[in-house]
């Protein structure tokens, strides 16, 4: 059964966890169903993290453009390519499904890279020079615009990982669970506080087989 369900896998995505068992084909197994669980744990903080920075933008955003910034001259005069590609990817497949195009609709269609690359430099004076700490009231005074950019862009870095199945056995979980905990209180605190009972992060990493 385990040289099956290897065929399945594919022999050089099993690999890894045939090198890190020693080539016990059981406890690799075992490995690769505990990556699984891990990956999945990460789930639950990853979404609170990105649902929160989107709609903690959007207030930035509505605050400068209008509550349909998405469709401000302004707005689409300033973002770059790869934001307005986004953009009309998800004004498409809204109208593909008969919706009306609402920012709600907007900010829940429009990928976590999307949200972080608001937060790149060039958005900075536009922007964040006015709205940082008004849509950003937790961020303690020892961070900035920079900080929310780059850990946002680890967070996505590691939900993306998790999502295309990558073995996560030389991560330092705990260390990605602290950052992914810290950047949600920076959003809202209280979220946080709601959502870390919820985690089982650390309960993955101590029984890793």
């Known amino acids: 059964m385990v040289i099956r369900i290897i065929d399945t896998m594919s022999h050089p995505r099993f690999s890894t966890y045939l090198y890190a068992t020693g080539q016990n084909r059981d406890r690799a197994l075992l490995l690769y169903l505990w990556n699984a669980k891990l990956g999945a744990s990460f789930h639950t903080p990853i979404q609170a993290s990105e649902v929160a920075l989107r709609n903690r933008i959007n207030h930035a955003l509505v605050a400068e453009f209008g509550a349909d910034w998405w469709a401000d001259?302004?707005?689409?005069?300033?973002?770059?390519?790869?934001?307005?590609?986004?953009?009309?990817?998800?004004?498409?497949?809204?109208?593909?499904?008969?919706?009306?195009?609402?920012?709600?609709?907007?900010?829940?269609?429009?990928?976590?890279?999307?949200?972080?690359?608001?937060?790149?430099?060039k958005y900075n004076p536009v922007l964040w020079g006015a709205h940082l700490r008004t849509s950003f009231p937790h961020l303690p005074g020892a961070h900035n615009r920079h900080s929310l950019f780059k850990r946002?862009?680890?967070?996505?870095?590691?939900?993306?990982?998790?999502?295309?199945?990558?073995?996560?056995?030389k991560a330092d979980a705990m260390r990605h669970y602290s950052e992914i905990m810290e950047f949600l209180r920076w959003l809202c605190p209280k979220t946080a506080d709601w959502v870390r009972p919820q985690c089982e992060v650390a309960k993955l990493v101590r029984q890793k087989p």
């Not at 990817?89 to 907007?106: A, M």
């Not at 946002?152 to 056995?169: D, K, V």
């Open 73 to 121: 001259a302004r707005f689409c005069g300033l973002i770059d390519r790869e934001r307005s590609a986004d953009l009309k990817t998800v004004k498409t497949r809204i109208l593909r499904k008969q919706l009306k195009l609402e920012t709600d609709q907007i900010v829940a269609g429009l990928s976590f890279g999307f949200w972080v690359g608001m937060l790149q430099p």
């Open 152 to 169: 946002g862009g680890e967070i996505a870095g590691l939900r993306n990982r998790i999502s295309h199945h990558e073995p996560l056995l």
